[in-house]
């Protein structure tokens, strides 16, 4: 009786977690496309650009694709499109740390991309079943 | 559960099967010879990265990502593995287009990249159970 409710707390705790995480990932990948767009915090993204050597119209697309995974991995169901969406999060956040150390850019510059870096994989991990696909 | 598999495995033609290898041996072809010709600073692949104004230490990264592809893609099992492939590889046609659009090249320059994303989306499409999450 104990263990089950223990498990049961444990559960709800995971979910909270999970809704924390992934509500500030989606809302995360809705204000960075506000900044790739260059309708918020301008110049940042473009001098972020330059300083990697990334193509300013790279921005677009960027925005573009966080714009649509944004409600790929709040809305419920679609567990192979959340695959999806969290794989190109992942590679966003990972192609940023990449190409800081690429460029050598100071140290500092890492520190947010791979917060949210550990921000996707931790949604993805805490995923509860009806979002998750069951290998078979 | 395990009955139900070895159903639905028979059921996948020969025809599909023999196809999805065909189709997955092209795609297959192509990131090889993408992860050759990035890392080993083949000139017309350093022109394109120029033009298209991306910096040619991106060549190195994907140089590397197409490798792990590779054999993500031919490797038997791991469908969730296989799964993140097919959409890496899939953003990558999809923005190597869009990059194509952005400069201003013309319709033949950007329709072969989406003609690679259709080949891959076929491969993915007739991929056996074996190598599909549930």
């Not at chain 1, 995974?69 to 169901?77: C, F, H, Q, S």
């Not at chain 2, 994907?62 to 054999?71: F, P, Q, S, T």
Request: glycine share 6%.
């Amino acid at each position: 009786m104990n263990q089950a409710e223990n498990i049961q707390k444990k559960s709800k705790a995971r979910l909270i977690i999970y809704w924390i995480l992934t509500g500030y990932l989606a809302f995360e990948s809705v204000l960075s496309a506000t900044w790739d767009f260059n309708w918020l915090n301008k110049g940042f993204a473009i001098h972020m650009m330059k300083q990697l050597g990334f193509p300013p119209y790279f921005l677009i697309i960027k925005g573009i694709a966080t714009l649509l995974a944004a409600p790929v991995l709040l809305l419920p169901r679609m567990p192979l499109l959340k695959e999806w969406a969290y794989f190109g999060t992942f590679l966003i956040y990972a192609g940023a740390i990449a190409s800081h150390l690429f460029v050598g850019s100071a140290l500092n510059n890492l520190i947010a991309p791979f917060i949210f870096l550990c921000i996707t994989v931790a949604s993805w991990a805490l995923r509860p079943a009806s979002r998750r696909i069951i290998i078979n | 559960m395990e009955k139900e598999i070895t159903i639905k495995e028979v059921k996948t033609s020969k025809g599909r099967l023999f196809a999805y290898w065909i189709i997955t041996a092209i795609v297959a072809l192509q990131v090889a010879a993408g992860a050759y010709f990035d890392l080993t600073g083949f000139p017309a692949f350093s022109q394109i990265a120029q033009h298209l104004g991306y910096p040619l230490y991106l060549l190195s990264i994907l140089g590397v990502l197409r490798i792990l592809a590779l054999i993500a893609l031919l490797a038997p099992r791991f469908p969730r593995l296989k799964e993140w492939t097919y959409a890496g590889l899939f953003f990558e046609y999809t923005v190597a287009a869009a990059s194509h659009i952005a400069v201003g090249d013309g319709a033949k320059v950007w329709i072969m990249p989406l003609i690679f994303a259709g080949i891959l989306i076929a491969s993915w499409y007739l991929r056996p159970l074996s190598r599909r999450l549930a």
